[in-house]
Nanobody
Framework: QVQLVESGGGLVQPGGSLRLSCAASGIIFRWYAMTWHRQVPGKQRELVAH???????SYADSVKGRFTISRDNAKNMVYLQMNSLKPEDTAVYYC??????????WGQGTQVTVSS
């Protein structure tokens, strides 16, 4: 059974930092591209950051220079370091593991709230 479990969300003041973690099980983790997405009620889910199985990364323009995605294949973990947080970063953040259309999995999400 495939499971992706996010953690690390919470309430932070503008300008602060959070580190999200996603623990994967039930997959051969190193074969999968891992992504972080976020969603605000009433809006479409948005791709935030992407790390390929080989380790290359890409980011949404809105988070470039502030967020960093990384992975630890030995621990089956993917992380999202979020710095200089803004109120507009408030959302539920989801972890995704994808290899192809048939092998595409989501976590349950973790709430991030940026507010003073």
């Amino acid at each position: 059974q495939v499971q992706l479990v996010e953690s690390g969300g919470g309430l932070v003041q503008p300008g602060g930092s959070l580190r999200l973690s996603c623990a994967a099980s039930g997959i051969i983790f190193r074969w999968y591209a891992m992504t972080w997405h976020r969603q605000v009620p009433g809006k479409q889910r948005e791709l935030v950051a992407h790390i390929r199985s080989g380790g290359s990364t890409s980011y949404a323009d809105s988070v470039k220079g502030r967020f960093t995605i990384s992975r630890d294949n030995a621990k089956n973990m993917v992380y999202l370091q979020m710095n200089s947080l803004k109120p507009e970063d408030t959302a539920v953040y989801y972890c995704n593991a994808a290899r192809d259309n048939q092998n595409n999995y989501w976590g349950q999400g973790t709430q991030v709230t940026v507010s003073s």
